[in-house]
């Protein structure tokens, strides 16, 4: 157990204000004497909280310090400013650490209990005294039980007393006791929740504000964080704060007598009760909290006449519908904050925090592994942060796993229910919470609830005008009642498990569930249609940022269009939800979707207009399959959807078939094909003026002629396709001209000029959001750093591409990022981190079927290896990729293998076998720069060692030889 102590300064900000210049050095002053004798005393501080401080003492003394320093700062000499008087609060307990911080209610009791001292004054708790020694000469004063500002249990506060203190006498403490209210206590901590209650506190210091609602539906926390708001302002209000529950009243006629109950005052005579009341609370500065107004809503104006009556009277109200009263100042009340996706680093979520405060009080001692953290997160998310929610949820840990808790929530909204009896009625369960809302609403206002159910993640008011037939006015009505929320951006929002109670409501209506999911269908299939034709006009990033906002509804369309065969809505999706998770990078999800509809579209007639759906899915499958490295799979859909395409005269699905297919067999090195169907694509695609068709035709022609060395030739076509591209506003057609010039530059050795051309690329693609596009410019950047032997940065741009290319399922582009960051063996990686990189790429390679791949990662593998000193491995590697690269034909990487070999041979004191390999490479035409300098260098190397007359006779005997003459050679040497 360690003993936390705070301190303060009295009446600061009056000193700041009166003494700006003098209390600068004062408070330096004030630091030091506070750093020299917490650290004497063993100590350690925290940190700084203003004017103030935070420490810890594991051990040492902390009575001592608390004495040492109150006498210290009342000897000191403060200068023009007068004394400083210093506030100190001290308590014990267990609290949890984060970092160098400490967290959890103790900290926060600790806090709440300096906030009772005066200045001068040393406040503890009893737990301080039970484990701290008393200085000598000191007494301990019982100040008393007192309720604190976090309104949990009433805290025994005692006074520490000593002969050498200046102030020995104080006013009874500072905490809610001493003012008149009848806040309840509460059971639990006040978590989270800064912004909000930062909000009603300013509203509630704000002259012209009286009357505060926090409107948000049932089991949010709009009570806690009420009685929370009145006891952080409670000295404001000179007569009191003072809390009326109105959930018993059955009838706004009862509301006078409940306050009048509620301020203990007694009705005097035979006069009207209201007026009575009003006169009583004429003269007064109070604060009412009118809790659960939402029933008593007609009876609303009474609170306009109080607060005429009473000028200095405010009123805060906790309600699930608006009041709609002028003067009404309105605080929305959401869920707690929760972690999106799977995290476990969730220490800074006041949702999450509240499930483990709990699961403590509960089950003392219990600790979270990371998969019961990640299913906490699921269990906050499966309730929107309803706090509600998670106390009802995490109760059930006494018999249940953090994983059987989230998955009885995913079945049955009933599960979230609880036997506690001291929590009200319409509390024990959602289903009571939904039901008290549900009563309450209106027939036609019920009809649009269960027909907006059908949304998931929000919805825009054109969408709910389409599937519930709902008005503006509804919609308003619906929010004011706190069953829907209103964002900035325009669109609605159901919270998800209130959503899934009235979706229950709807499967009970058959007839009206099929008409309802109908619409919602033909609705996102319509916009989807109409995301299309603009994305034929280059709107990638305006697409892409709609259809990200309606995803969970696209998708749920989508799959309700795929299970009951609606194939005109599945051919007005299909284009815009193919591209959207093509830019994304969700290949997997994206294929797996397409296959469903390619399960029910293979058995219509091919003589049907279905039948070139079915063509159009097989398209866009194929397309998935060589984003992964699936190749022949790939490679048999997309023949087939141009035979299926060709038969419809359907030509621009026919142009983007080819262009798929020209782009695959250009990474697998088979050029002359490559540029076969990308120039086949770019002639269908100028006959139908399909300028995005053009554009992407272009650029892949242009990469394909930058793969064989014929820079000029790529860089008119690139050129070409730029300037289309600004005509048209084509953002992804401009930066993808940016990159592949970018790479143009970087092989002719101009690597400032690939720089600036690779980071105006990843800009604009950062703004279309294609995933696979920033992954390929980040890697082309490392690329460029590697060659201006940059190796840090190289290797940050590798990996960040191999990051976004493992997260969006890119096999070819993970090798491509694994060979690159293996490549900086002996630079930015250790050796045995380069080797593990190549022996993944190589694997990846093979199960992709990527045989020009696995023998660039052997030579790649192979080069690391020697570089370490394993000399045979290597050469058994360089092997190995002579083999596969002949099988393949790829004469770059034969040539690769064969210097590696040569390499190999030196080492083995083969010199002329190795100087005959060498001396073909030199003359062999085909060789590129690069390699013709290694291989120089290695002729040079060599000459010394070896007599005239044998490289004479090696130049004589290889003149005549062809490629693959000398491969032959190599390989026969190698099978005696």
């Known amino acids: 157990m360690s003993t936390f102590l705070f ?70 000499d403060w200068g023009k400013i007068g004394e400083l008087r210093v506030r100190i609060g001290l308590h014990a307990g267990i609290a949890e650490k984060r970092g160098k911080d400490y967290f959890g209610p103790v900290i926060n009791r600790t806090a709440r209990v300096m906030g009772t001292a005066w200045g001068g ?148 005579s035979r ?32 609170l306009s006449e109080l607060l005429h009556a009473a000028p200095d009277v405010k009123i805060l109200v906790t309600s699930r519908e608006l009041l709609n009263l002028r003067g009404e100042w309105i605080v929305q009340i959401g869920g707690m904050d929760v972690p ?37 997160v699921r269990i906050c998310q499966l309730v929107g942060g309803l706090p509600l929610g998670i106390e009802i949820a995490s109760s059930w840990l006494r018999s249940l796993s953090c994983r059987e808790i989230a998955q009885e929530m995913e079945k049955n909204i009933d599960f979230l229910a609880t036997t506690m009896r001291d929590i009200p009625e319409r509390h024990r369960s959602l289903r ?26 929000g919805f825009s008011r054109a969408a709910a005008e389409f599937v519930s037939g709902t008005s503006l006015s509804v919609l308003a009505s619906l929010v004011d009642k706190s069953l829907l929320r209103h964002h900035v951006s325009g669109r609605y929002e159901m919270l998800d498990v209130l959503r899934k109670y009235v979706l229950e409501k709807l499967g009970k209506r058959t007839e009206e569930k099929g008409q309802v999911f109908d619409l919602y269908c033909q609705y996102y299939a319509d916009f989807l249609d109409g995301q299309t034709s603009e994305l034929f006009k280059g709107k990638e990033k ?88 699936s190749y022949k799979e790939a490679e048999a859909l997309l023949e087939k959807s141009i035979h299926i395409s060709k038969k419809f005269d359907e030509k621009r699905e026919m142009a983007q078939s080819l262009m798929t297919l020209g782009r695959m067999h250009a990474l697998l090195g088979d050029y002359e094909k490559a540029k076969k169907y990308c120039n086949e694509s770019l002639q269908i695609n100028r006959s139908i003026d399909n300028k995005i068709g053009i554009s992407s035709s272009l650029n892949a022609l242009g990469v394909i002629h930058y793969y064989v060395g014929e820079y000029d030739d790529a860089q008119k076509l690139l050129l070409e396709n730029l300037t289309l591209s600004e005509q048209i506003g084509y953002l992804k057609g401009i930066s993808s001209s940016f990159t592949n010039t970018g790479l143009v530059a970087y092989q002719l050795d101009r690597y400032d000029e690939a720089e600036e051309l690779l980071k105006k690329s990843l800009e604009l693609d950062k703004k279309v959001g294609d995933k696979m596009g920033i992954a390929n410019i980040l890697n082309n950047l490392g690329l460029v750093y590697k060659m201006k032997d940059d190796f840090e940065n190289a290797k940050k741009y590798y990996s960040e591409a191999l990051d976004i290319r493992r997260e969006i399922g890119d096999r070819m582009g993970i090798s491509i990022a694994l060979n690159n960051l293996g490549n900086l063996g002996g630079r930015a990686l250790s050796f045995d981190d380069a080797l593990a990189y190549h022996q993944e790429a190589h694997s990846v390679r093979r199960d992709i079927g990527d045989k020009v791949g696995v023998s660039q990662s052997l030579n790649n ?39 590696g070999i040569s390499e190999s041979l030196i080492k083995e004191k083969k010199l002329k076998q190795s100087m005959r390999i060498l001396v073909f490479l030199q003359g062999y035409r085909k060789a590129d720069e690069d390699l013709q300098q290694r291989i120089k260098e290695l002729i040079d190397k060599l000459e010394p060692d070896l007599p005239p007359h044998d490289i004479t006779e090696i130049q004589n005997e290889v003149r005549d030889k062809t490629l693959d003459d000398i491969v032959g050679e190599i390989i026969g040497q190698l099978m005696e």
């Not at 027939?443 to 907006?452: D, G, I, P, S, T």
């Open 271 to 302: 006069e009207d009760e209201k007026l009575q009341l009003l006169n009583f609370l004429r003269e007064k500065t109070l604060l009412l909290i009118l809790d659960n107004f939402e029933h008593l809503v007609a009876g609303a104006g009474m």
């Open 7 to 76: 301190t303060d300064i009295e009446g600061s900000t009056e000193k700041w204000e009166k003494f700006r210049t003098e209390m600068s050095e004062v408070l330096s002053r004030h630091d030091a004497i506070m750093r020299e004798e917490i650290e004497k005393h063993g100590g350690l501080i925290i940190k700084h909280t203003g004017d103030g401080i935070f420490a810890i003492f594991e051990d040492g003394d902390p009575l001592g310090c608390a004495l040492t320093l109150q006498r210290t700062f009342s000897r000191e």
């Open 432 to 457: 009571a919470v939904f039901d008290y809302s549900w009563d309450l609403l209106q027939e036609r206002e019920r009809e649009v609830m269960r027909k907006l159910s059908v949304f998931l993640g």
């Open 340 to 376: 999106d996706g799977e995290r476990i680093d969730v220490e800074g979520f006041s949702a999450v925090q509240l499930f483990f405060h709990n699961a403590q009080r509960i089950h003392s001692g219990v600790e979270f592994s990371d998969e019961d953290k990640r299913y906490v």
């Open 861 to 899: 593998l192979a080069n690391v290896l020697d570089a370490a000193g394993r000399h045979r491995e290597a050469k058994e590697s360089y092997y190995e990729a002579l083999m596969t690269a002949v099988d393949t034909g790829e004469g770059f990487i034969i040539q690769e293998s064969l210097v």
């Open 121 to 268: 004054q040393i406040v503890l708790t009893h737990e301080v005294k039970q484990t701290a020694k008393l200085p000598e000469g000191a007494i301990l004063q019982d100040l008393g039980a007192h309720l604190l500002k976090d309104l949990c249990e009433p805290q025994q506060l005692l006074g520490l007393v000593h002969p050498g203190m200046s102030i020995r006498e104080f006013p009874p403490p500072r905490s809610l006791s001493s003012c008149p209210n009848n806040l309840p206590i509460q059971t639990t901590p006040f978590l989270g929740r800064e912004e909000e209650l930062g909000k009603i506190t300013e509203l509630l210091k704000n002259p012209s504000c009286r009357l505060v609602t926090l409107i948000g539906p049932g089991g949010i926390g709009k009570t806690r964080l009420a009685l929370q708001a009145a006891a952080e302002e409670i000295e404001r209000f000179t007569h009191g704060v003072y809390f009326i529950a109105l959930d018993p009243l059955s009838s706004a006629d009862f509301l006078v007598a409940a306050i009048a109950e509620a301020l203990k005052f007694s009705f005097y």
């Open 542 to 629: 305006e697409v892409v940022e709609k259809i990200r906002e309606e995803s969970e509804n696209v998708r749920a369309a989508w799959n309700y269009a795929v299970e009951h065969r609606k194939l005109q809505e599945i051919d007005k999706l299909l284009h815009s939800f193919s591209v959207f998770h093509d830019i994304q990078g969700q290949f997997q999800e994206g294929k797996k979707a397409l296959e469903r509809a390619e399960e029910i579209l293979k058995t219509v007639s091919e003589e049907s207009n279905e039948y070139l759906i079915y063509g159009k899915v097989l398209a866009r499958i194929g397309n998935f399959n060589a984003r992964m490295g």
